[in-house]
């Protein structure tokens, strides 16, 4: 399983950014995958998932509104778009599946919002 997740970076307050996890090594199709964060000194936390077969989301309460998953199931990719984006939205975030009862990561990439 490898999932290697791209596209952050420094934005402002109030911008936008779409953060990519590439997967490869197991059945894309098959497997839901999540979105988390962790900023410095807090715990990891769920930002986003989607199923596996029909695409169904969920979002925490405090994530509704501003971020939405989707997946390209032929690029074997799954996306999150985050706009509005705050200073609190600052943290790695990291993409992840749980397969034969392992959860799996990524390396995580670096979302700054800042003036």
């Known amino acids: 399983v490898q999932l290697v997740e791209s596209g952050g970076g420094l934005v402002q307050p109030g911008g936008s950014l779409r953060l990519s996890c590439a997967a490869s090594g197991f059945t894309f199709s098959s497997y839901a995958v999540s979105w988390y964060r962790q900023a410095p000194g807090k715990e990891r936390e769920l930002v986003a998932a989607?199923?596996?077969?029909?695409?169904?989301?969920n979002y925490p309460d405090s994530m509704k509104g501003r971020f939405t998953i989707s997946r390209d199931v032929a690029k074997r990719v799954v996306y999150l778009q985050m706009n509005s984006l705050k200073p609190e939205d600052t943290a790695v975030y990291y993409c992840?599946?749980?397969?034969?009862?392992?959860?799996?990561w990524g390396q995580g990439t670096q979302v700054t919002v800042s003036s």
């Open positions: 992840s599946i749980i397969r034969s009862g392992t959860r799996y």
């Open positions: 989607i199923s596996s077969v029909g695409g169904s989301t």
